[in-house]
């Protein structure tokens, strides 16, 4: 079982920049695939962007070119850089991770451990 915590995110003003963090613990060599995924009030929780173990990353495509996705394996710790925000951003964001590998684009489907989510203001 891996523990996930988020932290990093604020109230930022549309085209500012966060860099949201997620620390992993626990079983984390079991873990194929690690994502970000976010939830509007009132809408379906979306893949955000994913990153596999050999490195490979996946994005959704209303993130593409604004968001970037990276981790810090000696630190267990998952990032998503976020650049150029607008307020559709808004939303509480979660770390999720499975041992599954990532599919073509990040999907909450075959996640199996999430974290407590960060919330991210854009206004």
């Not at 929780?45 to 000696?74: C, H, L, P, W």
């Not at 990532?102 to 996640?111: E, H, N, R, T």
Request: aromatic fraction near 8%; hydrophobic fraction near 30%.
């Amino acid at each position: 079982h891996v523990q996930l915590v988020e932290s990093g995110g604020d109230l930022v003003q549309p085209g500012g920049s966060l860099r949201l963090s997620c620390a992993a613990s626990g079983d984390t060599a079991s873990v194929a695939c690690i994502g970000w995924f976010r939830q509007a009030p009132g809408k379906e929780r979306e893949g955000v962007a994913a990153i596999d173990s050999d490195g490979s990353t996946s994005y959704a495509d209303s993130v593409k070119g604004r968001f970037t996705i990276s981790q810090d394996n000696a630190k267990n710790t998952l990032y998503l850089q976020m650049n150029s925000l607008k307020p559709d951003d808004t939303a509480m964001y979660y770390c999720a991770a499975t041992s599954r590998k990532c599919l073509s684009a990040p999907s909450p489907g075959i996640y199996n451990q999430w974290g407590q989510g960060t919330q991210v203001t854009v206004s």
